[in-house]
């Protein structure tokens, strides 16, 4: 999974040149099916969306990425269902349009989950663009689930993690907290907010410093 960051992705270059070969590697079409397996690395990690794809890299480049990704989907399609590149092309001024605020990875996801029927069958030889775009408000109610009960399971690992700390060190959960951060914010230069963006989705990773820095504490 080398194509889908665990760490905060960093920002896009700054011209416009090196800010499409950066898109166009990290995010070629051909890795579409990696992303079904982690959909919440898609949803919270730090991939540009649309938007800013197409601030940064121009609207045209935006749209032409969108036609590579529907192109990649639609080899997975009948004969019959094949669109042509002028459906492609409108398909994907419509999902610029109307969904800006997609990143990358989640339109990846998408189109990966459409191609495993995920969404239903898409056409009996019938592929419209309308029978695609359909489906992004059932993703999007997906993802809004799939958020929620992150957040819920988190929120209770949270509490507990919060309880065992309070009895072994008797800490604040808010002083372990600032704890947290001040040891991932060591891997960021000191930049803490993408410390914090860090944490949102490992909070693991630094709890073994925090429990010994706590110990040596208790020494």
Same mark, same amino acid.
């Given at each position: ?126 592929? &419209?663009? !309308?029978?695609?775009?359909? $489906?992004?408000?059932?993703?999007? *109610? #997906?993802? @809004? +689930?799939?958020?929620? &009960?992150? !957040?819920?399971?988190?929120? $209770?690992?949270?509490?507990?993690? *919060? #309880?065992? @700390? +309070? ?19 060591? +891997? ?32």
């Amino acid at each position: 999974m080398a194509n889908i960051s665990t760490t905060c992705s960093p920002a896009l270059p700054t011209a416009t040149a090196k800010a499409r070969e950066y898109i166009t590697e990290k995010y070629c079409s051909g890795i579409q099916p990696l992303f079904a397996a982690q959909p919440l690395r898609c949803y919270l990690g730090n991939a540009p969306t649309l938007a800013r794809v197409g601030r940064e890299c121009e609207d045209e480049f935006a749209v032409a990425w969108l036609c590579k990704q529907i192109h990649e989907y639609v080899k997975t399609l009948s004969t019959a269902d094949q669109l042509r590149a002028a459906d492609i092309q409108n398909l994907a001024l419509v999902i610029y349009s109307a969904y800006p605020s997609l990143n990358l990875d989640e339109v990846m996801l998408f189109f990966s989950r459409l191609a495993a029927g995920i969404y239903g069958i898409v056409g009996y030889n019938s592929v &419209r663009g !309308e029978n695609i775009t359909a $489906r992004i408000h059932q993703f999007l *109610e #997906d993802r @809004r +689930r799939e958020i929620e &009960r992150y !957040e819920i399971e988190r929120e $209770r690992m949270e509490r507990a993690a *919060e #309880d065992e @700390r +309070r009895r072994k060190y008797a800490v604040s959960y808010q002083e372990y907290k600032r704890m947290l951060v001040a040891f991932a914010a060591e +891997r960021f230069g000191g930049d803490e907010d993408k410390a914090q963006e860090y944490l949102a989705t490992h909070p693991e990773e630094f709890q073994n410093d925090a429990h010994s820095a706590l110990e040596d504490t208790r020494v």
